[in-house]
């Protein structure tokens, strides 16, 4: 034993180091107590939690695990691809200005760059400004100051020409102009399922290569991917096989090796669990470096990587706790080591972004990288078992659905074959049952919704291009339940009722009547809880005078067994077309049960069924 000086500060010093397995005989103790009769590795197995993908995250983490990730700027990059990281600035604060009126697209733009934000990145085209208003847009922009990352789908080319025009006549230096002519059609045809222009994307690429050294000419779009409901190694798996598309159509174009990987840029989603935000990036840059190395350039393998906040995970409803979900993934791409980080705002998806909201998300990355210091460390989740575990695991799968990919002939032909969309329509479809169970919750949506809310009014924003792979939203399903009872208030005046019939004293009714009252509001359906509790010889005047057509019985299991049957039989006759419990047990006269995990979606949309409402 070693023996410390005594400094006033040892702790446990005398005692001896715990082991893995002393840790793992303890869980076992703790599992024999609740019944489970295992031991060792498979008493930590019990204990881990598994998501898509296959990953899992166990209870317990410890260096053995860990292998040496290297160190940052070099292959495989994983701590990062510049040795400083974003210490000298932090991120580059990419806002994005969707709109088509180029002088509300100015203003907002100026407004921006004098108030933080460090890039610009502008939709053009369908879904965004015309081409011929990038000119207004930019006016006042200084070009040499202010990156550019130009989004113009099938008019990229033309896009692309008018900011060269523009950075001519207003004599910025070819070496001065930073950014992105965001060629990439793959991307576009995963958009719209329409093939975009190859040729003309190799062409920028030479361009800039032999006279823009600030430019990359195409974007591996990974948010189609991301937005048709794909998990994270999906996502990451798609945009490697995109990228090595480019490279070697760049390469047989005539550019080196190096040359054609620096005119790459990658773009990411970033979801609300920053664990997994993190592992992406980090693992993303682990793959793309992997690639370089098999093509014999490991140096040229940095990716360069921007990270946009996930539209997937932005609610119409309630949208104010979109501020939450985007600071959680700002902070993770951030702590992830993106290169540029988007933060959507908060009201995305009612319009176009106000003044206000636009504020809010260039202020969180503000805050993240001024006051709270995130930038200040490079790589500081390096070392975190839990984290480098997870890069592993996210690496691994993503580069399984990558040789899928290669195995099909690439990603255009995957696309085609329709390869792509059936993986990706398939783990939407196992996310979307855990949604419609609420097993994933939504706040402000599948939980805790307010019926009483007034939404924001926006402006609407330019539609989108569409045609290829789906666009999801985790609100989606609950939000056509609420759009039908807004629609029934429209037309009537009032939202479709359910009268929560209240059993015994409120410590016996309480909590169902809240876990109740909730899961009705999230489908839009307005719960009557008045007088606050009812006997079997009071009930049917309450339920009468309540208006409600559905009743729904909440207490305790021991009152239930009392008094569950004759509420339910009392029900009946005062005009209730269907009975409802909260909790579990078998009952006459109850239709249906609600309790945690119970097929939400499915129970809600049967009872607006049954009360007529369209």
């Excluded at 997870?390 to 002939?409: L, N, Y």
């Excluded at 945690?596 to 369209?614: E, F, I, Q, R």
């Amino acid at each position: 034993m070693t023996v410390l000086p005594d400094d006033g500060l040892s702790l446990a010093a005398e005692f001896p180091d715990a082991t893995h397995d002393e840790w793992q005989r303890l869980v076992s103790g703790v599992l024999r107590k609740a019944g489970k009769d295992i031991s060792g590795t498979a008493a930590e197995d019990a204990l881990s939690t598994t998501f898509d993908d296959g990953l899992h995250a166990r209870p317990l983490y410890t260096a053995d695990a860990v292998p040496d990730r290297g160190l940052p700027g070099f292959a495989p990059f994983v701590r990062g691809g510049r040795a400083e990281g974003n210490t000298p600035g932090g991120w580059d604060v990419r806002q994005r200005h969707a709109g088509s009126d180029a002088d509300a697209v100015h203003d907002a733009v100026l407004a921006d760059l004098e108030n933080g934000v460090t890039s610009l990145w502008l939709p053009l085209g369908q879904g965004g400004l015309p081409v011929s208003g990038l000119a207004r847009a930019l006016e006042g922009v200084y070009l040499d100051l202010a990156p550019v990352a130009l989004d113009a789908g099938a008019e990229t080319a033309e896009a692309a020409a008018a900011w060269l025009r523009i950075a001519e006549e207003r004599q910025v230096a070819a070496d001065a102009l930073r950014g992105t002519f965001g060629a990439d059609p793959l991307g576009h045809e995963a958009r719209t399922g329409t093939g975009g222009d190859t040729a003309a994307a190799v062409e920028l690429a030479r361009r800039a290569a032999e006279a823009y050294p600030g430019i990359r000419a195409l974007t591996v779009d990974a948010l189609p991917f991301h937005e048709a409901g794909g998990s994270a190694a999906q996502e990451l798996g798609a945009s490697l096989a995109t990228g090595l598309a480019y490279v070697r159509e760049l390469t047989a174009a005539g550019l080196t090796t190096a040359e054609a990987f620096g005119q790459i840029e990658f773009r990411y989603a970033a979801v609300a669990d920053q664990f997994l935000t993190i592992a992406k990036l980090r693992a993303a840059r682990r793959i793309w470096a992997r690639v370089a190395e098999v093509c014999g350039e490991p140096a040229a393998g940095a990716q360069r990587q921007h990270a946009v906040t996930s539209p997937v995970m932005m609610t119409r409803r309630d949208p104010w706790v979109n501020m939450l979900r985007t600071t959680v993934a700002a902070l993770g791409a951030g702590v992830g080591g993106a290169d540029a980080v988007t933060v959507l705002p908060f009201d995305q998806e009612l319009g176009v972004p106000d003044a206000f909201a636009r504020r809010i998300a260039r202020n969180t990355s503000t805050i993240l990288i001024e006051e709270s210091h995130l930038a200040r460390v490079t790589d500081p989740a390096g070392g975190s078992y839990y984290v480098e575990a997870m890069t592993d695991q996210v690496a691994e799968a993503a580069w399984a659905f990558f040789q899928e990919i290669e195995r099909a002939g690439g990603q255009a032909k995957a696309l085609r074959a329709g390869l792509v969309g059936e993986r990706l329509a398939a783990t939407w479809a196992e996310r979307s049952a855990k949604l419609a169970r609420r097993k994933e919750p939504v706040t402000g949506v599948s939980e805790f919704p307010n019926l009483a809310e007034k939404l924001p009014e926006r402006a609407p924003a330019p539609v989108p291009p569409a045609g290829g792979l789906p666009r999801v939203r985790r609100d989606e399903a609950f939000e056509a339940l609420r759009a039908r009872s807004d629609a029934h208030l429209a037309a009537t005046g009032s939202r479709p009722k359910v009268f929560l019939a209240a059993l015994g004293p409120a410590a016996a009714h309480t909590a169902r009547v809240t876990f109740a009252a909730n899961l009705f509001q999230a489908g839009g359906i307005e719960p009557v809880h008045d007088p606050v509790t009812v006997t079997p010889d009071t009930v049917a005047g309450a339920f009468a005078a309540s208006g409600a057509s559905v009743a729904c019985v909440c207490s305790s299991d021991a009152l239930y067994a009392e008094e569950a049957e004759p509420v339910a039989a009392a029900l009946r006759p005062a005009g209730a077309g269907q009975v409802l419990l909260a909790g579990k047990g078998e009952f006459a006269g109850v239709d249906h049960h609600l309790f945690a995990g119970c097929a939400a979606v499915a129970l809600l949309t049967s009872l607006l069924d049954h009360m007529g409402v369209a």
